[in-house]
């Protein structure tokens, strides 16, 4: 009777670290974070994002190529935030491209907290798969640099668009509140001196 070969899952993970000083309005980070949707929004593509239930998304992975696959993970996104940070995790994925596989698993757990000085992060996303047997060819460790490359890239996107887009959506959310906070004052002194009988 043959011996079973136990074939062991392809694994492969990435992290990544952020330390973001923001010069000015650091001290309305706190509540920038819990503007939940507008964050993720900025922080991700928000074409891909879908908003399932609060603090639930469901979020399509731009096409990744694995030598001559092409390979769309969609995940569903947790998010809770509390007065200075928000974790984001992921709870569920399918993944188009590799035919029936079941036992595809993604890990992503990743945090920004809100400091004095700025923003830090830190996030981790790892993967474990069979080996697809379109891949079957390929040598298991060149799949699992190439898998840890496509990780740590999509991982550099995110740090990336911290640094520029939701920067810049931050700015735009401070000029927008102080704006608001204008007219409201103007309105609240209107009706003050409507009331008063004044001119």
Avoid: N
Avoid at 36 to 58: C, K, M, N
Avoid at 62 to 69: E, H
């Amino acid at each position: 009777m043959p011996r079973q070969v136990l074939v062991m899952p392809l694994a492969f993970k990435a992290s990544q670290q952020l330390d973001l000083p923001v010069k000015r309005h650091a001290e309305r980070l706190p509540h920038y974070l819990q503007q939940e949707e507008r964050l993720l929004a900025a922080l991700l593509d928000a074409h891909q994002l879908t908003r399932l239930s609060p603090g639930r998304y469901r979020y399509v992975v731009t096409s990744l190529q694995v030598f001559q696959l092409q390979v769309k993970p969609i995940v569903c996104l947790q998010i809770e935030a509390d007065p200075s940070c928000l974790e984001m995790r992921a709870v569920d994925c399918e993944l188009e491209g590799l035919g029936l596989v079941d036992d595809f698993q993604l890990t992503l757990e990743a945090i920004l907290k809100a400091t004095p000085r700025g923003l830090s992060g830190d996030a981790r996303l790892s993967v474990s798969v069979s080996q697809p047997p379109l891949l079957r060819l390929v040598p298991r460790r060149a799949l699992e640099t190439t898998g840890e490359s496509i990780l740590k890239g999509i991982l550099v996107g995110i740090k990336a668009r911290v640094g520029q887009q939701l920067m810049a959506d931050f700015r735009r959310w401070c000029r927008e509140t102080d704006a608001e906070h204008s007219a409201l004052q103007q309105s609240r002194q209107e009706t003050a001196a409507m009331q008063s009988g004044g001119p």
